[in-house]
């Protein structure tokens, strides 16, 4: 239950301060595949992208799921 609230946490973190629309972009994904990943509507991944709306329950794990797979940032530092 805690993982859930502290993903729940990031995925709005990251819809907020535009970094999940940095990391699609970064990606080359269009709005429409990252939708069809994450199961919902163009319009919704783009209301998260600009904070318009703040993803939800399954759909933001989903989200953040697919954020934290296309994500750019190196996960430790090279020797």
Do not use: C, Y
């Amino acid at each position: 239950m805690t993982e859930n609230v502290q993903q729940l946490a990031m995925v709005r973190h990251l819809a907020r301060t535009g970094e999940a629309r940095r990391r699609r972009q970064a990606a080359r994904l269009s709005l429409s595949e990252v939708a069809a990943a994450v199961g919902v509507s163009e319009a919704t991944v783009s209301r998260w992208e600009r904070a318009q709306r703040l993803p939800k329950g399954t759909n933001a794990l989903a989200f953040l799921e697919v954020l934290q797979a296309i994500d750019d940032t190196p996960r430790q530092v090279p020797a």
